[in-house]
């Protein structure tokens, strides 16, 4: 397992109940500023068996559990090769950094061939996503003056200016980061989840001011984007897909 992920997740990922094309960790261990008391986020996406894609009942898109394991709470969703496709040729950044996350809990030659097409779904749309998720933490951190959302905040506009610019999904906070006092707010951060804003590392009024900036560079940046219109990967990934479902 990857650092900081415990040895389990595998466990979790093989008790699924159909085959996985992969299962990686998504959230704040994914984002780059974990907390001792962050969920486990897995992601993944599951293939249903033929008789269950074509016959009267089909299996199901969406599969979701959760719990708590060895004191850690573990949120895990999975989508059906067929709808995580159909995701991934929409401007979606979540199923992108969960297909790109570099912490792997399970993978397969599937899972190659689908990173392989996703440079291929990428567009300047794919902003909206990134700056609507942005707004929406801002004003969660608005109300309740959290830490988190506040990272949130910075994390995502981050990758959508650095996905705008250069066509490549990073959703590390750590490598994107171009803030001084973000090494600390990550620090502080470990302690909880739900810890308020340290003003004492960053006044609200600078927050706000470098959320207001970041947000005109992300708009800039999908303006200037050299990123296709639209994604190219639609014919490939639906050959994947009949190949896939053949196989079974």
Known sequence: ??????????????????????????????????????????????????????????????????????GMELDVVSQELAKFIRLLLRPNGYVLEQLLSPLLVRTSPLHEQLKALAPHCLTPEHARHYLGFASGQWLLYSKTGELK???????????????????????????????????????????????ALPESLVSPARLAADVARLTAELEAARDASKLPAAPSAAPALNDLLIRTRLSR
């Open 1 to 70: 397992m990857p650092d900081g992920i415990p040895a389990w997740a595998g466990e979790v990922a093989d008790e699924h109940p159909y085959p996985l094309a992969f299962a990686t960790v998504s959230g704040a261990h994914l984002y780059g500023f974990a907390s001792v008391d962050s969920d486990l986020d897995l992601r993944a996406c599951h293939i249903l068996p033929l008789d269950e894609v074509v016959g009267l009942e089909t299996g199901p898109d969406t599969v979701e559990s959760g719990g708590v394991r060895e």
């Open 149 to 195: 959302p506040a990272l949130y905040t910075l994390r995502v506009l981050h990758t959508g200016i650095h996905l705008m610019r250069t066509g490549e999904v990073e959703a590390d906070l750590r490598v994107l980061n171009t803030l001084p006092y973000v090494p600390d707010l990550i620090e502080a951060k470990k302690a909880g989840e739900h810890h």
